[in-house]
């Protein structure tokens, strides 16, 4: 399909626009969008991940309203970098690590509409990780645990018991 | 082995078009983001963070493992010139980000240029792991090794409960986006991509330009990612892509067959006119190139065009840019010289493939 606007280039672009039940539907490329102002406010081009983040996190709901009020009054902020909330809002980017626990009310809601959950399940870090790569193993061996007791595997279930412990153990001294 | 080998060669491993489908699935690749826990996000680092950052990473290059994987050369940004940069930019190895925003900027590259680790990018660390075809299951464990690695040295953010900490929420948990760069001529031709696109987006998975977010997609390239992070395993991000990139494959496959079947002689027709511009023109923008090179890729699987490698198609798809061209020249090139060495370049490169 053509554009319709220049008659050159090829349609990239297909809007539909309802105007008092009136309906029209426009084929044009993207230059011509551009020229024309059919895209977004501010165009396309510097429309990135950040400005949709920004919006999400300005959304108006009644919640975030109490927020904004609370927020003119005395703004969280992450006393690590100085980054208050308004400015993660505004620039939909954290300033330091320290800035996920400061902002911590805010953010599960934040996380389940861009990642539709708000725990973490993958790797975890040897190091900084600590206990948590035990716990995560011991879960694993107790849920095996049950399902060898289930099947009547006792033998196997008394090696993963022996396994259990040990780790309790190590979590115990860490 | 010197850095200036990075940016004159334009055949990195990844474009020799062995890997598993590779006529389709052209790359894949997975990228972790990662901070080192005691400093700001480099949005808020100072410059002598970042140097301390960029130094940690140094000391990582002596790490035995590493150099196994490698050997290793290590390039600061500010070392480089504009040209030099916008040329590891179009061969994938440091974002468009990066590229325009060096601050504090470098980049640790593997010989192969399979790994590319950009540090002070949004975040402190992203460990890239490119391969040929589709392969997204050896990328991520090479990645993660790499992973393993830094994390002996360096003291990762992280939280038990949001994963690994990063400086956009888009990337919180496992820091991973997986991609696949896939060629569709198939499925562009028989107006089906679009119906595949939407598809693909319900299913949480996202369609980049080549350069990624806010890149077009240009020659029938589409790189298909992972767009959630937090609450999927690395296993099942993977898994997830690799499974959705197999089943876009098979309906690319079921396209060109139908194409063959029913519009042979226009699509040949096509196809060969399109190979018959490559090796002639004297003069071509970089739009018409992707188009017609996006041809040739084409007919070199249906066997309609032979004796054309498909290393060569990779080469020159990167070849064929900006940067390159004019790295390639030795100088600074005006639009319209930069169309004729293209043109000059293509039919040279085509030429030698033949002979």
């Known amino acids: ?174 | 082995m010197s850095f200036q080998n990075f940016i004159t060669n334009a055949v990195s491993e990844w474009m020799n078009g062995n890997g598993e489908d590779a006529d389709i699935a052209i790359s894949s690749r997975v990228r972790l983001a990662r901070n080192i826990q005691e400093y700001p996000f480099p949005i808020l680092a100072t410059d002598s963070q970042l140097e301390q950052i960029t130094a940690a990473v140094r000391q990582v290059m002596e790490d035995e493992d590493l150099k196994r994987q490698g050997p290793f050369e290590f390039i600061r940004m500010d070392e480089l010139t504009s040209l030099q940069k916008r040329v590891l930019m179009e061969k994938h190895l440091i974002s468009p980000s990066l590229m325009a925003d060096s601050r504090g900027g470098a980049v640790l590259l593997s010989e192969n240029e399979a790994f590319s680790i950009m540090v002070n990018e949004e975040d402190h660390l992203r460990i890239q792991c490119l391969f040929s075809g589709l392969q997204l299951q050896k990328a991520w464990e090479a990645a993660n090794q790499v992973d393993d690695i830094f994390e002996k040295h360096v003291n990762f953010a992280f939280d038990e409960r949001r994963g690994y900490l990063t400086s956009c929420p888009t990337n919180v948990g496992t820091g991973i986006r997986a991609s696949v760069m896939m060629h569709l001529p198939g499925l562009v031709l028989t107006n089906q991509i679009n119906r595949i696109l939407s598809a693909i987006a319900q299913v949480g998975l996202v369609v980049r330009g080549v350069y990624g977010e806010g890149s077009e997609a240009s020659g029938n390239l589409f790189q298909i990612s992972n767009q959630i992070t937090l609450g999927q395993s690395e296993e099942e991000i993977i898994e997830n892509l690799t499974s959705v990139a197999r089943q876009i494959i098979e309906q690319e496959r079921a396209a060109r067959k139908h194409l063959m079947q029913n519009r042979r002689l226009p699509l040949e027709d096509r196809l060969c006119r399109s190979y018959g511009v490559l090796t002639n023109a004297r003069i071509i923008e970089s739009d018409e190139a992707s188009e017609k090179l996006s041809d040739v890729r084409l007919g070199i699987d249906l066997g309609i065009i032979r004796n054309i490698p498909l290393s060569v198609m990779n080469e020159l798809t990167i070849m064929v840019q900006p940067g390159f061209l004019q790295q390639y020249a030795g100088q600074q090139l005006d639009s319209d010289s930069r169309d004729e060495r293209r043109a000059r370049l293509i039919r040279e490169r085509l030429q030698a493939a033949m002979e």
Do not use: W
């Open chain 1, 1 to 174: 399909m053509i554009c319709q606007e220049c008659h050159q280039r090829p349609a990239t672009l297909h809007f539909t626009k309802i105007i008092n039940g009136e309906k029209t539907q426009l084929h044009i490329c993207e230059v011509c969008a551009q020229e024309k102002g059919h895209m977004f406010p501010g165009g396309m081009s510097d429309f990135s991940i950040h400005h949709l983040l920004s919006g999400l996190l300005n959304q108006s709901g009644s919640n975030t309203v109490s927020f904004q009020q609370a927020d003119q009054e005395k703004p969280l902020r992450c006393d690590t970098c100085g980054m208050t909330y308004p400015q993660f809002s505004k620039s939909g980017r954290f300033g330091c690590s320290d800035c996920y626990e400061a902002f911590a009310e805010r953010l599960d809601p934040l996380f389940r509409r861009v990642h539709g959950n708000t725990r973490h399940s993958g790797k975890v870090p040897e190091r900084s990780g600590g206990t948590i790569k035990l716990k995560k193993e011991m879960d694993q061996l107790k849920y095996e645990l049950r399902m060898c007791i289930e099947q009547e595997e006792f033998e196997r279930a008394a090696q993963l018991r022996d396994r259990i412990r040990e780790l309790e153990q190590q979590i115990a001294h860490l």
